[in-house]
C-alpha cells in the first residue's frame, strides 16, 4: 500500500523516462507495481521505443463502443486527436472480435496511385487470462518489409500487462490478508475475557495501539442515549466529564445516522459532524473517526477513534476498522446482555419478545403463528362428539327355517323369495310317488296280517291254538300299521308349508325344481319383518367404548338419508375373525323402521359417547397405537 503512494507521487517525467536499453526498459516494467495508469504510459513508451512506432494507444470496449485509455505521445487538454488514433478506434472492434493480430495501412494523400503505403498500423488484442480485454494499437512509419518482425516483438511485450494485472492482484491480496489478521488479532484480545467491560476495554488498548491512535472509546445504546463504556487507558470516568460528554455526543451524532462519520471531512462528505469536530477540536488536535457496530442489521453501539492530525484514517483503514467491528461486535454484544443484573436482564429479554409480536417485521410469520395458536386453543377447549362407527345389516327380529324332512326330490315350489304368506300355506311339494307305492304295499300287508290275526285269535278262542300264534300275528299286524302310520307321516310332512304369518326371506328353490334335497337342508325362511332389528359389527379397538343402552343413529346404503335411532341391547361376549380383523357383534334395537327397509340392507351405523376435546379425538388412536408399542 505504501509503495503504491510512493509510485503515484513519481513525477511522470521519472515514470516515462526511458531507459538506457530495451532489456533494462523491459526488466524494469517486469517489476513495475506503481499505478495502472502510470504502468499503461510506460509499457505504451518502452513498446514504442522497442519498434521505433511514432504513436500508440491502448483502448477497451464500453457500452458506446471502444474509447482510448492511455495513447502515446501524451496529448495536451483540448489537442485534436490525430488521424491514425481515429481509425485505431474505427479498427479495434473487429480485432477484438477476431482475437487476432492485425496489421492494417494507412494510406494518405501524398501517396501516388499504385505507391504500396509507407505508414501501418498494428493492432494487437490484449489478454489477462479470461480473454480479450482491450487492444493495443501502434502507429509506424516506413516500416516496409519488416512489419511481422516488429508484430512478434509487440506480442512479446503485450504479455507485460498479464504479469502486472496479476502482480496488483497478488498485492491486494496480501493486503487484505493483513486487514484481516489486524481484525483477527482485536476479535483473539477481546476473546481472552469473560466480561463485558474486560473486554471492551482490552478492545479500546488493542486498537489504540495497532492504530497509534490517541484515544479510543466505545460506547452503548441504552434507550435512546449512548452512554459510553470503555476508553482506553482509562480505568475510571464519569460522565460530568467534558471529554466523555463531547464522546458520546460525538458517538449519537453517528448512531443517528447510522454511518462512518470521518473528521476532517472530505469535499464530497454528505454527513453532518459537528460532535467529532468539537471532539477533535477541544480534546485534541486529532481527527476523529466513528463507526457504528450492528447486530443483526441494528446499531447497537458505536467505536470512535482519535488520532493525530498528521495521520488522518484512509478510506482502507476505515474498511480495516469496519471488519474489525463486525468481528467483535456479537461477542460485545453477548457480554454485555449477559453482565447485566438480573432485573434488567429479564426486563431486555420481555422487550426483544414484545418487539417481536408487537413490531412490524415478519408479519407472515405472526399471521402464521396467531393461526396455529388459535387452532391449537380450539382443539383444547372446543368439544365435538365422540362417536364409534361401525358397519351393521339388518335383519329380522324372528325367523323360522323350514328344512327338508327326508332326502328326497323337489317336484314343485309355489313361493319366491319376498312373497308374504300366512301359516299353513303351501311353500313347496316333494316327490311322494316312491312312498304311494309303498304305502300301498304295506296296506296290503295289513289287510293279510289282520285277517291272520283273526284266524288266529278264533283258533284260541276254540282252544284248537295256542296264545303264542295269537300274539304272533298281532304282532305283525302292529309292525305293518307302523310302517303305514309312517309312510303316512312321510307323505303329510312332503308338504312343506309355512310356520308363521310372514315373508319369505330366505328360498330360491325355482332353479332346483327336480333336483335333490337332503334330510335336515334348510329350504326355506320365513320370517315377520314387521319386527326387524340390526347387527353392528365393532372393531375390537372400539368396543371397550360401548355398552348395552348407548343410543346412536345408522343410514342405509340404498338410503342414506334417512337416519334410523337405535339402542344397544346385546355385545356378544367373543370376537370373530372377518377379514383378517377381530370384530364383535353388537345387537341393535331399531326405534322405527322406514317402509323400504328390507332384510339384510346394509349401512353405517354410529354410536354416539359424549363430548370430549377435539384434540383428543384427533389423537386418541394414535396414542393408543403408541401406547401398544411402548408398553406405557
Known amino acids: 500500500m505504501t509503495v503504491t503512494r510512493e ?194 476495554m482490552a478492545m479500546c488498548n488493542q486498537l489504540c495501539s495497532e492504530w497509534q491512535a490517541q484515544r479510543a472509546s466505545i460506547g452503548f445504546l441504552q434507550g435512546r442515549n449512548v452512554k459510553l463504556k470503555a476508553m482506553s487507558h482509562t480505568e475510571k470516568f464519569t460522565r460530568n466529564m467534558q471529554l466523555v460528554q463531547a464522546v458520546e455526543a460525538t458517538m449519537e451524532e453517528c448512531l443517528d445516522q447510522d454511518l462512518e462519520i470521518v473528521y476532517p471531512a472530505g469535499n464530497e462528505a454528505t454527513y453532518v459532524c459537528r460532535a467529532a469536530k468539537t471532539l477533535g477540536t477541544q480534546h485534541g488536535p486529532s481527527a476523529v473517526v466513528s463507526l457504528p457496530l450492528r447486530q443483526n442489521g441494528e446499531p447497537v453501539a458505536v467505536l470512535t477513534l482519535e488520532r493525530p492530525p498528521e495521520k488522518p484514517l484512509t478510506a482502507e483503514d476505515v474498511e480495516t476498522l469496519r471488519l474489525t467491528a463486525d468481528l467483535c461486535t456479537p461477542r460485545l454484544v453477548e457480554l454485555q446482555k449477559r453482565d447485566r443484573w438480573f432485573g434488567a436482564r429479564m426486563a431486555s429479554s420481555m422487550r426483544d419478545g414484545a418487539a417481536v409480536v408487537i413490531g412490524p417485521k415478519h408479519t407472515w410469520v405472526k399471521l402464521i403463528v396467531i393461526l396455529l395458536t388459535g387452532l391449537l386453543a380450539f382443539l383444547v377447549f372446543a368439544k365435538g362428539t365422540h362417536t364409534v362407527e361401525a358397519q351393521f345389516a339388518i335383519e329380522p327380529a324372528q325367523q323360522y327355517q323350514v328344512s327338508a324332512p327326508q332326502d328326497g326330490t323337489l317336484m314343485e315350489v309355489y313361493v319366491d323369495v319376498g312373497d308374504e304368506v300366512s301359516e299353513g300355506d303351501l311353500l313347496a311339494q316333494l316327490d311322494t310317488t316312491k312312498l304311494q307305492e309303498q304305502l300301498l304295499e304295506v296296506r296290503g300287508r295289513e289287510v293279510e296280517y289282520r285277517k291272520q290275526a283273526d284266524i288266529a285269535r278264533e283258533a284260541w278262542n276254540r282252544k284248537e291254538e295256542s296264545y303264542a300264534r295269537v300274539q304272533l300275528a298281532e304282532a305283525k299286524l302292529a309292525q305293518t300299521l307302523a310302517e303305514r302310520r309312517l309312510l303316512e307321516y312321510q307323505i303329510r310332512e312332503a308338504r312343506l308349508t309355512a310356520p308363521i304369518d310372514g315373508t319369505v326371506v330366505e328360498g330360491d328353490l325355482q332353479k332346483r325344481v327336480r333336483g335333490p334335497v337332503e334330510k335336515r337342508e334348510v329350504l326355506f325362511v320365513v320370517a315377520p319383518i314387521e319386527t326387524m332389528r340390526a347387527e353392528l359389527r365393532v372393531d375390537e379397538s372400539d368396543i371397550a367404548d360401548l355398552q348395552p343402552g348407548d343410543t346412536g343413529e345408522l343410514a342405509a346404503t340404498g338410503a342414506p338419508g334417512q337416519h334410523v335411532e337405535f339402542t344397544i341391547v346385546r355385545i356378544d361376549p367373543v370376537a370373530e375373525v372377518v377379514e383378517e380383523k377381530n370384530i364383535f357383534r353388537v345387537r341393535a334395537e331399531l326405534e322405527s323402521i322406514p317402509p323400504r327397509w328390507k332384510p339384510g340392507m346394509e349401512g353405517v351405523a354410529k354410536v354416539e359417547l359424549g363430548e370430549r376435546s377435539y384434540a383428543w379425538l384427533l389423537t386418541h388412536d394414535l396414542i393408543d397405537w403408541i401406547r401398544m408399542k411402548l408398553w406405557w
Open 7 to 200: 509510485h503515484a507521487d513519481r513525477p511522470a517525467a521519472e515514470q516515462q523516462s526511458a531507459p538506457t536499453s530495451p532489456a533494462e526498459a523491459l526488466q524494469r516494467l517486469a517489476a513495475f507495481d506503481g499505478p495502472p495508469e502510470a504502468f499503461l504510459g510506460n509499457l505504451l513508451n518502452v513498446q514504442c521505443a522497442l519498434v521505433a512506432a511514432r504513436g500508440a494507444a491502448l483502448m477497451r470496449p464500453t457500452e458506446g463502443g471502444i474509447e482510448p485509455v492511455a495513447v502515446y505521445p501524451p496529448m495536451k487538454e483540448g489537442q485534436t486527436a490525430p488521424s491514425w488514433l481515429a481509425q485505431m478506434v474505427e479498427t479495434a472492434e473487429g480485432v477484438l472480435q477476431s482475437g487476432q493480430t492485425a496489421v492494417r495501412p494507412l494510406h494518405g494523400g501524398e501517396e501516388l496511385y499504385g505507391e504500396g503505403a509507407a505508414r501501418h498500423l498494428i493492432l494487437l488484442p490484449l489478454r489477462t487470462g479470461q480473454g480479450p480485454i482491450g487492444v493495443s494499437g501502434f502507429y509506424l512509419e516506413g516500416a516496409g518489409d519488416r512489419l511481422d518482425r516488429v508484430a512478434e516483438r509487440l506480442e512479446l511485450t503485450s504479455g507485460l500487462l498479464h504479469t502486472y494485472t496479476l502482480r496488483q492482484r497478488l498485492q491486494r491480496r496480501e493486503i487484505d490478508l493483513q486487514l484481516l489478521r489486524q481484525s483477527v488479532e482485536s476479535l483473539a484480545v477481546v476473546n481472552q475475557h469473560a466480561r463485558f467491560t474486560a473486554a471492551a
